[in-house]
T-cell receptor, first 112, second 115 residues
Framework: DAKTTQPPSMDCAEGRAANLPCNHSTISGNEYVYWYRQIHSQGPQYIIHGLKNNETNEMASLIITEDRKSSTLILPHATLRDTAVYYCIVRFSSGGYQKVTFGTGTKLQVIP | GAVVSQHPSRVICKSGTSVKIECRSLDFQATTMFWYRQFPKQSLMLMATSNEGSKATYEQGVEKDKFLINHASLTLSTLTVTSAHPEDSSFYIC???????????FGPGTRLLVL
């Protein structure tokens, strides 16, 4: 699976959009971009994933650049409950049966 | 509601004892489950893949005789930390592939403290 690079930490004001970047310059054509988050002392939670098109669900939006070398996770209106470590992961299969390899992630602190 | 449960949520044990952690898939039948370990201020590290009806597959550096995995049924996998030592103190998390969906659901984790 391709390696990802994320900033170690970010702050965001409550109610503002949180934009979390991820660099995956060695991604191959059939690797998907996944985002998970882990709130303190809990198990990770799936957020969103995509291959090449931008994706949106009830939690977030995922913007993937045209060359697919980077992506941005957008939380449109961050709340205090969004404070967590966010992991960007790339892997070959979209299937749930493939193991997930976690990097170091970005610790997002939402500030009141 | 929860898709994956773990029991116990936290456990304290004496060095040298064995501890069993259960992972249950509440909504899906799972022929495969994954076990992770997370030390403080670190990321999750995959330990092993639990396979129903066959032996678990361990990641490099994980001792299979120390971390016994039993995938007893399509909804239950257990991880037994044998002869636990203080360095085994960690947060243990399991995950279950979400049926035909494209992701995995993670359990709430079990915090193990070995004294």
């Amino acid at each position: 699976d391709a390696k990802t690079t994320q900033p170690p930490s970010m702050d965001c004001a409550e109610g503002r959009a949180a934009n979390l970047p991820c660099n995956h310059s060695t991604i191959s054509g059939n690797e998907y971009v996944y985002w998970y988050r882990q709130i303190h002392s809990q198990g990770p939670q799936y957020i969103i994933h995509g291959l090449k098109n931008n994706e949106t669900n009830e939690m977030a939006s995922l913007i993937i650049t045209e060359d697919r070398k980077s992506s941005t996770l957008i939380l449109p209106h961050a709340t205090l409950r969004d404070t967590a470590v966010y992991y960007c992961i790339v892997r070959f299969s979209s299937g749930g049966y493939q193991k997930v390899t976690f990097g170091t992630g970005t610790k997002l602190q939402v500030i009141p | 509601g929860a898709v994956v449960s773990q029991h116990p949520s936290r456990v304290i044990c004496k060095s040298g004892t064995s501890v069993k952690i259960e992972c249950r898939s509440l909504d899906f039948q799972a022929t495969t489950m994954f076990w992770y370990r997370q030390f403080p201020k670190q990321s999750l590290m995959l330990m092993a893949t639990s396979n129903e009806g066959s032996k678990a597959t361990y990641e490099q550096g994980v001792e299979k005789d120390k971390f016994l995995i039993n995938h007893a049924s399509l909804t239950l996998s257990t991880l037994t930390v044998t002869s636990a030592h203080p360095e085994d103190s960690s947060f243990y998390i399991c995950s279950v592939p979400a049926g035909g969906k494209e992701t995995q659901y993670f359990g709430p984790g079990t915090r193990l403290l070995v004294l």
